[in-house]
């Protein structure tokens, strides 16, 4: 089996690739035995089509997602991230049910191939899917993009745009009505996420209690219900080359439910740092605060104008997403903090947490 470093084979794409990370690798022998079983296409007189070579996408936080080679076949593998995971997170058998039932409802959700929830075989519950070629923007523009007249403000409304065809899709046409509770949506996350901090608790945060119980007094009134991808951001879009119209796939579908399809908007709003922001809302990503981009208020109005969903409370879900964040950034943190992973990256995340909840707090104060 190969496993080498991430060499040029399709340009842009490969940049995204890197060795497998120390501590993260398995039994890839093992992994495509079954990967051969079970995927369509792998099995037959010919074989899977060549040697096996596995690389890695190192930019996530979270989950293990892998580059699986045959050949010239290639298929995308994720898993949850090592150690202990939140409930009802990381939950690779709901993104291969709401992968599954999207075929035929919604371009622009990747193909799923199969589930496999024997943890003998990858450590954990994991799903083998289709590998999309695009360019996804990160800490940069890809070169294919930028070159193109006003990209970071047609690759911006071109999310919002697809963002608002995921909240229109008949989501039980799909038959994916039972995939969640839609009323109470808002208070059961609040709840969950503040479940979560004391999981990943290990140093006392008052002022994060403090906003959990100002979420919990100004509960917004909801009268939409859609399907939610809770993590939707520009990193988690891959766009067609050369063209920042059009995204050709979301990625990262593990959270996605039934609920207020403002919390999507929210959590984007959360992650879109923005000229003149404090240097610490760029803490996800400080692409979209350079020239070009559209302000949080323009993709509001973008969205409103799409999607016909009255946004007088966005300030509310925009303040969740950040307190949220500052968990996320906690149990990120915890994993490293008790050994669970070797990701030197997250040991610098512990310290951010309460400057996220103070963001949220200054949002509510606008």
Not at 90 to 116: I, K, N, Q, T, W
Not at 206 to 230: C, E, G, M, Q, R
Request: hydrophobic share 45%; aromatic share 8%; with cysteine.
């Amino acid at each position: 089996m190969k496993q080498p470093g991430a060499q040029a084979r399709d340009g842009a794409d490969e940049v995204e690739l890197a060795p497998v990370r120390a501590g993260e690798a398995f039994d890839w022998p093992k992994l495509a035995a079954w990967l051969i079983e079970h995927v369509p296409g792998l099995a037959g007189p010919g074989g899977p089509g060549g040697p096996l070579e596995v690389l890695q996408f190192p930019g996530g936080h979270a989950n293990l997602t892998y580059l699986v080679r045959f050949g010239e076949r290639e298929l995308v593998v994720r898993r949850p991230p090592l150690g202990p995971v939140a409930p009802r997170s990381h939950d690779m058998a709901r993104e291969h049910r709401v992968l599954s039932a999207l075929e035929g409802h919604f371009a622009a959700a990747p193909r799923a191939y199969a589930l496999c929830e024997d943890p003998a075989v990858l450590g954990a519950t994991f799903i083998a899917m289709e590998r999309c070629r695009g360019s996804v923007p990160r800490t940069r523009i890809p070169p294919d993009l930028a070159a193109l007249p006003d990209a970071p403000r047609r690759m911006s409304f071109a999310l919002i745009d697809v963002m608002a065809d995921l909240h229109a899709v008949d989501y039980a046409r799909a038959g994916l009505a039972d995939l969640g509770r839609p009323e109470g949506y808002a208070e059961r996350q609040v709840r969950s996420w503040k479940e979560r901090w004391e999981r990943a608790r290990d140093r006392e945060l008052p002022a994060l209690d403090a906003h959990f119980a100002w979420l919990l007094a100004h509960l917004p009134k909801t009268s939409a219900a859609s399907l939610v991808h809770n993590d939707l951001k520009l990193d988690n879009a891959m766009f067609e080359r050369g063209n920042p119209d059009r995204i050709v796939a979301l990625l990262d579908w593990d959270m996605t439910t039934l609920g207020d399809p403002l919390v999507d908007l929210g959590t984007l709003l959360g992650y879109w740092a923005e000229a003149g922001d404090p240097p610490e809302r760029a803490i996800a990503n400080a692409l979209t605060a350079q020239p070009g981009f559209p302000r949080r208020a323009a993709l509001v109005e973008r969205y409103a104008q799409r999607a016909g969903i009255d946004v007088a409370d966005i300030r509310w879900y925009e303040s969740f997403a950040l307190w949220k964040t500052a968990i996320v950034l906690q149990q990120i943190y915890i994993r490293f903090a008790r050994g669970q992973t070797q990701d030197a990256r997250f040991a610098e995340m512990g310290p951010r947490v309460a400057v996220m909840v103070e963001l949220a707090a200054a949002v509510v104060r606008g």
